[in-house]
């Protein structure tokens, strides 16, 4: 089921989401001081573009350091892609198909704000995890 929710997504949403970090990433490569909110906006693009099946948690070991980055980061580019995650969320809520996918999006608005200080997981279980 993730990978059908995962298809439909990258055809109606996702690759114009992916499109808008991989962008982001780019122009924050330019100046050498954005790297780390580049290599952030990377690993959002892959997020964007196949979220069914993976999962947002904390990081134990953010800090300050990281609620800071996150102030600049939502200076330099977040504040652009949350709108974008709205303004598809919505796009995605005229269909009853696509209102699953609107919640996914929504649910990223938090995180295109406040990307630092966060991991991207899998949900899926393997083999040897504890039960």
């Given at each position: 089921?993730?990978?059908?929710?995962?298809?439909?997504?990258?055809?109606?949403a996702g690759w114009v989401l992916f499109l808008g970090y991989v962008v982001a990433g780019i122009?924050?490569?330019?100046?050498?001081?954005?790297?780390?909110?580049?290599?952030?906006?990377?690993?959002?693009?892959?997020?964007?573009?196949?979220?069914?099946?993976?999962?947002?948690?904390?990081?134990?070991?953010?800090?300050?350091?990281?609620?800071?980055?996150?102030?600049?980061?939502?200076?330099?580019?977040?504040?652009?892609?949350?709108?974008?995650?709205?303004?598809?969320?919505?796009?995605?809520?005229?269909?009853?198909?696509?209102?699953?996918?609107?919640?996914?999006?929504?649910?990223?608005?938090?995180?295109?704000?406040?990307?630092?200080?966060?991991?991207?997981?899998?949900?899926?279980?393997?083999?040897?995890?504890?039960?």
């Open positions: 089921m993730r990978t059908i929710l995962n298809i439909i997504w990258v055809v109606f122009l924050l490569c330019i100046p050498i001081v954005t790297i780390p909110w580049a290599i952030a906006s990377f690993r959002l693009a892959g997020y964007a573009f196949w979220p069914f099946g993976r999962r947002v948690v904390e990081k134990p070991t953010s800090g300050v350091g990281a609620f800071l980055g996150n102030i600049i980061w939502v200076v330099l580019a977040g504040w652009w892609l949350a709108i974008g995650h709205i303004l598809s969320g919505l796009a995605l809520c005229i269909t009853i198909i696509g209102i699953p996918m609107a919640i996914a999006d929504f649910k990223m608005v938090p995180i295109s704000l406040m990307p630092l200080g966060k991991d991207i997981v899998s949900t899926r279980r393997g083999p040897f995890d504890a039960k």
